[in-house]
Protein backbone atom coordinates (compact mmCIF):
# COMPACT_ATOMS: atom_id res chain seq x y z
CA UNK A 1 0.00 0.00 0.00
CA UNK A 2 1.48 3.22 -1.48
CA UNK A 3 2.30 6.12 1.72
CA UNK A 4 0.48 9.08 1.64
CA UNK A 5 3.03 11.94 0.34
CA UNK A 6 4.26 14.60 3.29
CA UNK A 7 3.71 18.00 3.29
CA UNK A 8 4.78 20.50 5.64
CA UNK A 9 3.52 23.84 5.83
CA UNK A 10 2.95 26.86 8.08
CA UNK A 11 -0.65 27.10 10.00
CA UNK A 12 -3.06 29.74 8.00
CA UNK A 13 -6.23 27.99 7.77
CA UNK A 14 -8.79 27.17 10.63
CA UNK A 15 -8.44 23.40 9.66
CA UNK A 16 -4.47 23.96 10.28
CA UNK A 17 -5.05 25.62 13.87
CA UNK A 18 -7.62 22.65 14.48
CA UNK A 19 -4.95 19.94 13.28
CA UNK A 20 -2.48 22.01 15.37
CA UNK A 21 -4.42 22.09 18.33
CA UNK A 22 -5.52 18.08 18.19
CA UNK A 23 -1.51 17.17 17.80
CA UNK A 24 -0.72 19.17 20.95
CA UNK A 25 -3.38 17.67 23.38
CA UNK A 26 -1.56 14.04 21.81
CA UNK A 27 1.83 15.97 22.16
CA UNK A 28 0.40 16.57 25.86
CA UNK A 29 -0.67 13.57 27.12
CA UNK A 30 2.26 11.50 25.16
CA UNK A 31 4.71 14.08 27.22
CA UNK A 32 2.67 13.21 30.57
CA UNK A 33 2.86 9.04 29.77
CA UNK A 34 6.47 9.13 28.62
CA UNK A 35 8.53 11.26 29.93
CA UNK A 36 6.37 12.41 33.30
CA UNK A 37 5.60 15.71 32.43
CA UNK A 38 2.79 17.97 32.59
CA UNK A 39 3.33 20.66 31.03
CA UNK A 40 0.67 23.25 32.43
CA UNK A 41 3.20 22.56 35.69
CA UNK A 42 6.37 22.83 34.08
CA UNK A 43 5.48 25.72 32.42
CA UNK A 44 2.83 27.55 34.05
CA UNK A 45 2.88 30.06 31.03
CA UNK A 46 1.32 27.21 28.80
CA UNK A 47 -1.63 27.70 29.45
CA UNK A 48 -1.73 31.29 27.55
CA UNK A 49 0.20 29.09 24.52
CA UNK A 50 -2.60 26.19 25.05
CA UNK A 51 -5.88 28.54 25.32
CA UNK A 52 -4.83 30.55 21.86
CA UNK A 53 -2.67 28.74 19.40
CA UNK A 54 -3.11 31.56 16.69
CA UNK A 55 -2.41 34.26 18.26
CA UNK A 56 0.79 32.54 20.43
CA UNK A 57 2.27 31.19 17.14
CA UNK A 58 1.42 34.83 15.00
CA UNK A 59 4.41 36.39 13.41
CA UNK A 60 6.42 38.64 13.93
CA UNK A 61 6.62 36.29 17.52
CA UNK A 62 5.78 32.79 16.00
CA UNK A 63 5.06 30.52 13.40
CA UNK A 64 3.47 27.01 13.71
CA UNK A 65 4.36 24.73 11.21
CA UNK A 66 2.05 21.51 10.52
CA UNK A 67 3.32 18.35 8.55
CA UNK A 68 0.52 16.36 6.30
CA UNK A 69 -0.10 12.68 5.29
CA UNK A 70 -1.90 13.48 2.75
CA UNK A 71 -5.25 14.72 4.01
CA UNK A 72 -4.49 13.85 7.59
CA UNK A 73 -2.29 15.96 10.33
CA UNK A 74 0.89 13.77 10.91
CA UNK A 75 3.01 16.43 12.80
CA UNK A 76 3.66 19.82 14.40
CA UNK A 77 6.51 22.35 15.81
CA UNK A 78 6.35 25.65 16.68
CA UNK A 79 8.76 28.93 16.58
CA UNK A 80 7.97 31.67 19.31
CA UNK A 81 10.14 34.31 20.12
CA UNK A 82 12.03 33.97 23.55
CA UNK A 83 13.60 37.03 23.81
CA UNK A 84 15.21 40.10 20.83
CA UNK A 85 16.21 37.97 18.09
CA UNK A 86 16.31 34.74 20.03
CA UNK A 87 13.33 31.95 19.33
CA UNK A 88 12.49 28.42 20.81
CA UNK A 89 11.80 25.38 18.91
CA UNK A 90 8.58 24.11 20.96
CA UNK A 91 6.12 21.46 20.52
CA UNK A 92 7.77 19.57 17.87
CA UNK A 93 5.71 16.39 17.76
CA UNK A 94 5.26 13.58 15.06
CA UNK A 95 2.26 10.99 15.40
CA UNK A 96 3.22 7.41 16.14
CA UNK A 97 2.41 6.14 13.02
CA UNK A 98 4.02 8.99 11.01
CA UNK A 99 7.60 8.40 12.89
CA UNK A 100 10.19 6.96 10.49
CA UNK A 101 9.03 8.64 7.01
CA UNK A 102 11.10 12.16 7.25
CA UNK A 103 7.87 13.52 8.94
CA UNK A 104 10.39 14.91 11.98
CA UNK A 105 13.29 16.22 9.87
CA UNK A 106 10.85 18.35 7.24
CA UNK A 107 8.98 19.95 10.37
CA UNK A 108 12.45 20.65 11.36
CA UNK A 109 13.74 22.11 8.01
CA UNK A 110 11.05 24.67 7.91
CA UNK A 111 10.84 25.25 11.42
CA UNK A 112 14.30 26.48 11.13
CA UNK A 113 13.56 28.77 7.85
CA UNK A 114 10.82 29.66 9.47
CA UNK A 115 13.05 31.42 12.90
CA UNK A 116 14.94 32.92 10.01
CA UNK A 117 12.22 34.33 8.38
CA UNK A 118 11.09 35.71 11.66
CA UNK A 119 14.49 37.57 11.89
CA UNK A 120 16.20 35.17 14.49
CA UNK A 121 19.64 34.85 15.24
CA UNK A 122 19.47 31.89 17.37
CA UNK A 123 17.01 29.17 17.94
CA UNK A 124 17.01 27.20 21.62
CA UNK A 125 15.16 24.40 22.72
CA UNK A 126 14.62 21.58 25.32
CA UNK A 127 14.43 18.23 25.03
CA UNK A 128 14.64 15.22 27.25
CA UNK A 129 17.18 12.55 25.21
CA UNK A 130 16.27 9.92 27.47
CA UNK A 131 12.88 9.60 26.31
CA UNK A 132 13.01 11.79 22.56
CA UNK A 133 16.24 9.75 21.14
CA UNK A 134 15.48 10.07 17.76
CA UNK A 135 13.98 14.02 18.11
CA UNK A 136 17.71 14.82 20.16
CA UNK A 137 19.63 13.01 17.43
CA UNK A 138 17.73 14.95 14.87
CA UNK A 139 18.21 18.43 16.19
CA UNK A 140 22.05 17.78 16.55
CA UNK A 141 22.37 16.68 12.80
CA UNK A 142 20.74 19.65 12.10
CA UNK A 143 23.55 21.73 14.27
CA UNK A 144 22.04 22.44 17.67
CA UNK A 145 25.10 21.65 20.66
CA UNK A 146 24.23 22.12 24.13
CA UNK A 147 23.44 25.18 25.75
CA UNK A 148 24.03 26.52 29.54
CA UNK A 149 19.97 26.02 30.55
CA UNK A 150 17.89 28.77 29.59
CA UNK A 151 14.67 28.02 32.04
CA UNK A 152 13.82 25.58 34.39
CA UNK A 153 11.62 22.98 33.94
CA UNK A 154 12.24 20.78 37.22
CA UNK A 155 12.29 18.02 35.37
CA UNK A 156 15.66 15.42 35.67
CA UNK A 157 17.31 15.13 32.50
CA UNK A 158 16.19 17.66 30.09
CA UNK A 159 18.51 19.18 27.59
CA UNK A 160 19.08 22.10 26.17
CA UNK A 161 20.20 22.57 22.95
CA UNK A 162 21.10 25.95 20.92
CA UNK A 163 21.99 26.69 17.36
CA UNK A 164 23.45 29.76 15.42
CA UNK A 165 20.72 30.63 12.59
CA UNK A 166 22.60 31.82 9.43
CA UNK A 167 20.78 32.48 6.40
CA UNK A 168 21.11 29.58 3.55
CA UNK A 169 21.93 26.83 6.00
CA UNK A 170 18.30 25.69 6.59
CA UNK A 171 17.76 22.33 4.87
CA UNK A 172 21.18 20.57 5.75
Excluded at 38 to 45: E, S
Aim: charged residues 25%; negative net charge; hydrophobic residues 50%.
Amino acid sequence: MPRAPIAVSRARTAGDWRAAATLLDEYRRWLADAAAIDLTVAQPDADIEFSDLERFYRPPDGVLVVAWAGRAPAGMAGVHRLAGAVGELKRMYVRPHARGLGVGRALLVEAIEAALDLGFLELRLQTKPATMADADRLYREHGFVDIAPYADLGVEGVADLGLVLRPGREGR
